[in-house]
């Protein structure tokens, strides 16, 4: 049975989610959210969150034991980018792109 959690729209490059992502693939979820909890990353926060939320889905609907819950999948993946203009020297313009992200868990009983 694999329960999953997403965030949308999150005001982060996904870039900077997907490294903290890998880390937590495949560890069980007690080992997960101590990784997280103690990376200085402002993408660890946000990621913590969703696990948080896919492990309640896990054990409120599913019924599902928290001690035998790994991390499946993680993922950052891109969300619509907000487009602005700056201005440069003779006239010309130069983007800014501000980014968001979707990002996910997928959490597993193991067998």
Do not use: Q
């Not at 560890?27 to 402002?42: C, G, Q, S, W, Y």
């Not at 409120?60 to 928290?66: E, G, K, V």
């Amino acid at each position: 049975m694999e329960v999953r959690a997403e965030a949308k729209y999150v005001r982060i490059s996904p870039l900077k989610v997907h490294f903290i992502c890998r880390e937590i693939v495949g560890k069980n979820v007690d080992e997960a959210l101590n990784i997280l909890r103690f990376t200085p990353k402002k993408g660890a926060k946000i990621l913590e969150d969703v696990l948080k939320s896919a492990i309640a889905n896990a054990e409120n609907n599913h019924n599902l034991n928290r001690d035998a819950l790994i991390v499946d999948k993680a993922w950052a993946n891109d969300g619509p980018t907000m487009k602005r203009i700056r201005p440069k020297a003779k006239g010309s313009a130069y983007p800014i792109l501000k980014r968001t992200s979707h990002i996910g868990v997928v959490v597993r009983e193991e067998e």
